[in-house]
């Protein structure tokens, strides 16, 4: 079993940790960083066993046939993954193709 994000997801992560620095969700920038890590560790070692959904049509925009799994990280917030599963030389390949949270996205699911 192999976890690989999108390019844009890679991206996407990257910006996050600046934008939760920037508007103080974090008082340090690298605590910042570490949750945006720790996220994405979390992502590569436990989806494969999460429980995943058929993702709504409204996120057809990154993928068609998507899963989405969620991930709990605080009382407040839960992060969503997207994702489609393949098959290559009887290897499980999950890719990642959107991550949003519940302050953006929960009323679409």
Not at 2 to 28: D, T
Not at 34 to 43: A, G, P, R, W
Not at 81 to 90: A, G, L, Q, R, S
């Amino acid at each position: 079993m192999k976890v690989v994000a999108l390019p844009q997801v890679r991206e996407y992560l990257k910006e996050l940790s600046q934008v939760l620095y920037e508007n103080e969700y974090f008082g340090f920038e690298e605590s910042a960083i570490k949750y945006v890590e720790d996220l994405f560790k979390d992502i590569e070692t436990t989806l494969h066993r999460r429980q995943k959904r058929q993702a709504p049509s409204y996120f057809d925009r990154f993928g068609k046939n998507m899963f989405y799994a969620t991930f709990k990280r605080s009382k407040n917030t839960q992060w969503f993954v997207f994702f489609t599963i393949y098959e290559k030389n009887n290897e499980l390949i999950y890719l990642v193709r959107h991550i949003t949270n519940n302050h953006v996205s929960s009323q679409y699911l």
